[in-house]
């Protein structure tokens, strides 16, 4: 017998939940304002995410995945993609969003069940929320191919959860871009949950970047609560898709600090004592460490901080609620690109009967 | 209703040992929308499993639990995430009994939430039963009411081939209602009448009874009388029934919350229109969703039709 | 004062029971901060308070149930700052008993049965479709049973009762061309705001005498060119009109059977030679009952040349979905005023008629103004 084919998964983390460097630090880690950057987006990010949920609690929005415990895999990936790169998102990823310039106002709106929150300004490029699980990571193999057939030096980055890596789409994304060496990098934000279900027993697999290895993809598994090894590690995988050296993904573990959603209730199946813990190495904790450490932030910072990120929720808060409903006959107005003579009467029934003659 | 639910399956779990539910969720959690509450307790974790993240495995292991003897209940979390198991349910659960001579069947349940109106997220709101009641060899069964979901879901589980069961959303929590916890199953091949009329026919089914019971009281007051038929089962229909009542009222208002292009209410009018054309005295109408994508919360209201709507189609038939 | 409602806390919650309140009537309030902890069926949750103000009422107490969309707390000077609708109404409705009922009523024994096209031309001529009894399969009311009602009718309602026997006279059912003259000229009595205008075509000046009809159709493609109006269908239930770029003219032709109207088409394009000869055919086709529905159907415009037999004027009847027929009346001398004195002109006498539910009489009266016009000119 002999072996002929063997693999190992690499762990990685650079800054530890004690706010210590544990590895050698990348370029950017050694600039204080790009950390200040990190740390003003993860901040924007929770302090908007708080807000959202005390919305749908008082009938303001719809249903809200909250990010809460996510905001280092968010912005590490935000800060280590390009403008031009693009981005298919699953429903959670709102720092990573929020980096690329959506603006919290259009967050709220698609949130609030409104079509025009995908209409964002931002990176007009990019995917919108993907709520069908996995679908989205053959769309961003699809982008990469289209890059790969022009010759684009861009990429496409497509986040999914633990749970989605059971589903068949991500296989076959995976076993695609491996097998057409696309520009394409798979974020795996192994939060522990789907739901309800952990991921022992969505997989028997000891970690899920490993399921790269079947695709013949590079795999690496990262501490997703250290927003320094996340973007190091995402960049570093874009930078060597961008040069043609073929797709990677990257299992970010973290913790699902939060609800599923509003419309679930964690505590009926998580251990309480898991989830405190859980919020002993939350990644702005570590981040906060480290700033106060060199000597860049201290308490008065943090409060000026929070109170600006509160105003510039309030504000898009403000923004979104004073928004008109959408028009009743809008369901029909992108349907096609021009609509078709025969639902011309069924769009007069539908403005007959509707309640909003509003806004676009 | 959603506890009808739950009730129906314990009592065919404790009384058939062949019974095992799968879903995501349905463990622990007792399903997203509680609707197999309790179960795992009971049962324990090898009789109510949660699944891994993946529909076609939900549905692709059905079949070949069924196919060894069990009786798999399985539960798709919203209907917008059945796609992934269509492969499993058109090109093998419908069809193994067919392909094997009977030699091989699928007594599966496959359970989702159908249907919007509850504010939910966009994919988790859409009625798409048009799209299983086209595959030879499923029923496909959409209760209205806590005792016919109950009753309804027994069947279901009894029967010897595939049922989709569709539960609407809208009716989960809206609806209370006693319900004898008796073992006691109803047909699958029956509509029911849930009000007599003489003037005007309204079939419907899901939770749009609700708006069509409400539009037949209102029609009533007006001097109309309406006869609302819940189908119940979508495929194969009851259209006896359906006929019986057409051909005493000569007139028929079809009213579903999913698109109206091919949708079961076409089914249903050119049924009418084939056996009972000349006991109409008006044209068929169909009340229905309109052939757009489901909107986002603001407007699903907007989308899903009106108990108006469905008074001013019952007055224009009678107009005739 | 703003009134809070309970919103619906998960996907479809009717409900939710207080569990415990973290404010007191009295508390200031600050927006987000927890105000009352419930229960529903999928969760505890914490609310929190939604504007910023004092609060002035608490609608329940800890163990009380409370609806979605019922109000839980009232506060003072705080600020609506926003509003979704709230859920539908889920009334709870009493569901029928799950039994499986069958209507038993035989079909038929309650109503008449009639194929559609009966009970929409019943309904048109109002006839009682229950006094009636089917000819057809099973008792079925067909076309005819409805029309032989109608053209009974008159009689009935002249003579008070209508005994063919007693009156002498042989009982003929209409058949082939009779009977479709007959339902077609019913359906115009039943729709049609009839309306004729008549007035002469002088044929003084005309070089060559005779070819009246050539004349006739050039006269009437002429007037369409420049009043579209007439040659067009109306649709009474959707109370649209349909105008045409071309002229499917349909011409009149008496024969011993009864009235046919073939159809010439596209006449606007057809030389004099074309239209005399499509219309020969067309008239021995009508001869010889060998014209196909094809050739019956579809047109846009009517022509009436009836007093190649006799008759001055007339009003002529417009088959819907047509809207006008043009009438011509017996070519003769008459003593007109010319120039002060009286002269032996040759005229026709023409006759117009229009549906005037979508024409106006200005229109007739224009169009008929351009079938004069050309017809008078000397070629």
């Known amino acids: 017998m002999r072996t002929v084919a063997e693999f190992k998964i690499e762990y990685r983390q650079i800054l530890n939940a004690g706010g210590d ?118 769309h961003a193999a699809g982008a990469a191919m289209a890059f790969k057939l022009r010759k684009e030096p861009r990429c496409a980055l497509a986040y999914i959860g633990d749970g989605g890596t059971s589903e068949g789409a991500f296989y076959e994304a995976l076993n695609v871009a491996g097998a057409r060496h696309l520009p394409v990098v798979f974020v795996i934000v192994n939060n522990g949950w789907a739901i309800s279900v952990p991921v022992a027993a969505q997989t028997a697999a000891r970690t899920l970047a490993q399921k790269a290895v079947a695709a013949g993809v590079r795999g690496v598994q990262i501490d997703g609560n250290d927003v320094l090894g996340v973007r190091a590690t995402v960049a570093e995988a874009l930078e060597a898709a961008r040069r043609g050296e073929g797709p990677c993904v990257i299992e970010a573990l973290t913790y699902r600090l939060g609800d599923h959603t509003t419309a679930d209730d964690a505590g009926r199946y998580r251990n309480a004592g898991d989830v405190q813990a859980a919020w002993k190495i ?17 308490d008065a910072r943090e409060a000026a901080l929070n109170a600006e990120c509160a105003a510039e929720v309030d504000g898009a808060v403000r923004e979104y609620l004073a928004g008109t409903k959408p028009r009743t006959d809008a369901m029909f107005d992108h349907l096609f690109a021009t609509l078709p003579a025969h639902l011309h009467e069924q769009r007069d029934l539908a403005r007959k009967y509707g309640t909003s003659s509003g806004g676009g | 209703m959603v506890e009808a639910i739950a009730l129906a399956h314990g009592w065919e779990m404790q009384h058939d040992a062949a019974v095992v539910v799968l879903g995501q969720d349905v463990g622990l959690n007792g399903g997203v929308f509680r609707a197999t509450a309790g179960l795992q307790e009971r049962f324990g974790k090898d009789r109510v499993q ?8 939900i549905a692709g292991m059905a079949v070949g639990m069924a196919a060894q003897g069990l009786k798999p209940v399985a539960e798709i979390q919203f209907m917008g995430f059945l796609y992934p198991a269509l492969d499993q349910i058109v090109n093998h659960m419908s ?8 030699r091989l069947t699928c007594p599966v349940v496959v359970r989702m939430p159908h249907g919007g109106g509850i504010r939910a997220p966009e994919h988790h709101s ?60 109803m047909p699958l091949d029956a509509c029911f009448t849930l009000r007599e009329g003489t003037d005007l026919t309204l079939v419907t089914w899901g939770a749009m009874t609700i708006e069509t019971l409400k539009a037949a009281a209102l029609l009533e007051e007006r001097g109309i009388s309406a006869a609302v038929i819940d189908v119940a089962t979508l495929s194969p229909i009851d259209f006896e029934t359906i006929l019986a009542s057409v051909t005493k009222t000569g007139r028929l208002v079809i009213v579903h919350e999913a698109a109206r292009n091919v949708g079961v209410g076409a089914e249903i009018a ?23 994508v489901m909107p986002l919360l603001k407007l699903e209201y907007d989308y899903i039709p009106s108990v108006q709507r469905i008074v001013d189609a019952a007055e224009l038939a009678c107009a005739e | 004062m703003s009134t809070f409602r309970l919103p619906d806390l998960g996907e479809g919650l009717a409900e939710a029971e207080i569990i415990e309140w973290h404010v007191k009537v009295g508390d200031p309030l600050r927006v987000d901060q927890p105000m009352v902890s419930v229960e529903t069926a999928k969760a505890v949750v914490e609310v929190p308070a939604p504007f910023t103000g004092t609060v002035t ?194 011409v009149a032709v008496d ?95 023409l006759s117009l008629s229009f549906d005037h539910r979508c024409i106006t009489g200005g229109e007739a009266c224009r169009f008929l103004a351009l079938v004069i016009a050309d017809l008078e000119r000397p070629e």
């Not at chain 1, 880690?29 to 708080?50: E, K, N, Q």
């Not at chain 3, 058949?175 to 075509?201: F, H, K, P, W, Y």
Request: glycine share 8%.
């Open chain 3, 255 to 349: 024969t011993p059977e009864g009235l046919i109207v073939p159809v010439v088409r596209n006449v606007e394009g057809l030389s004099r030679e074309d239209l005399l000869q499509g219309l020969a055919l067309r008239r021995q086709a009508a001869h010889d009952r060998s014209l196909t529905p094809e050739e019956l159907r579809g047109f846009t415009l009517m022509l009436s040349n009836f007093g190649t037999l006799a008759g001055r004027y007339g009003t002529p009847r417009v088959v819907p979905p047509a809207v006008a027929i043009l009438g011509a009346g017996k070519v003769r001398e008459d003593a007109v005023a010319a120039a002060g004195k009286v002269e032996a002109h040759l005229r026709m006498p």
């Open chain 1, 282 to 298: 939350e990644p702005l904790l570590r981040l906060r460490e480290l700033l106060k450490r060199s000597r860049v932030w201290d």
């Open chain 2, 50 to 57: 949660d699944t891994p993240l993946a529909e076609a495995t």
């Open chain 1, 21 to 138: 460097i544990v590895a050698p630090p990348p370029g950017f880690a050694r600039d204080p304002g790009a950390l200040l950057d990190m740390y003003r987006a993860m901040t924007r990010a929770r302090v908007f995410d708080s807000k959202a949920v005390n919305l749908q609690r008082t009938g303001l929005l719809g249903t809200y995945p909250s990010c809460v415990g996510h905001e280092a895999v968010h912005v590490g990936v935000g800060a280590a993609m390009r403008p031009e790169d693009v981005l298919a998102p699953v429903y959670r990823e709102v720092g990573t969003q929020l980096w690329r310039g959506v603006t919290m106002t259009e967050i709220l709106t698609y949130w609030g069940g409104d079509e025009r929150g995908n209409h964002f300004a931002g990176p007009r490029h990019d995917f919108p929320w993907c709520v069908p699980i996995a679908t989205q990571t053959l």
């Open chain 2, 95 to 102: 069809r193994m009994r067919n392909r094997t001579r009977g």
């Open chain 2, 270 to 292: 050119a049924q009418v229109a084939e056996h009972a054309l000349f006991d109409l005295l008006a044209p068929i109408r169909r009340v229905a969703g309109f052939d757009t």
């Open chain 2, 126 to 185: 859409e009625s798409t039963e048009t799209m299983l009641c086209h595959i030879p060899g499923i029923r496909v069964v959409c209760p209205s009411s806590p005792s016919r979901a109950y009753g309804l879901l027994l069947a279901a589980i009894r029967d010897p081939d595939p049922v989709m069961f569709l539960e609407p959303v809208r009716l989960y929590r809206a609806l209370r209602q006693e319900v004898a916890d008796d073992g006691r199953a």
């Open chain 3, 57 to 250: 009422a608490l609608h329940g107490a800890p163990g009380d149930i409370i609806p979605t969309g019922a109000p839980l707390i009232e506060f003072d000077s705080g600020t609506v700052v926003g509003h979704m609708p709230p859920t539908a109404d889920e009334d709870a409705i009493e569901p029928a008993a799950p039994v499986r009922p069958r209507a038993a009523d035989s079909p038929g024994a309650v109503r008449a049965r009639a194929v559609p096209a009966a009970r929409g031309l019943a309904k048109r001529l109002s006839v009682d479709l229950a006094s009636l009894r089917g000819s057809g399969r099973g008792g079925l009311i067909t076309v005819d049973d409805v029309l032989n009602r109608v053209q009974a009718a008159p009689a009935k309602a002249g003579n008070g009762s209508f005994d063919p026997a007693a009156a002498g006279g042989r009982v003929e059912p209409l058949r082939g061309m009779r009977r479709a003259m007959a339902q077609s000229m019913t359906l115009s009595q039943a729709e049609i705001a009839g309306s004729t205008v008549c007035d002469d075509a002088d044929l003084h000046d005309w070089t060559r005498r005779g070819d009246y009809m050539w004349r006739l159709m050039r006269a009437m493609i002429h007037a369409w060119r420049g009043e579209p109006a007439l040659n067009a269908w109306y649709d009474a239930r959707s109370q649209s009109r349909v105008l045409f770029p071309y002229v499917h003219l349909a």
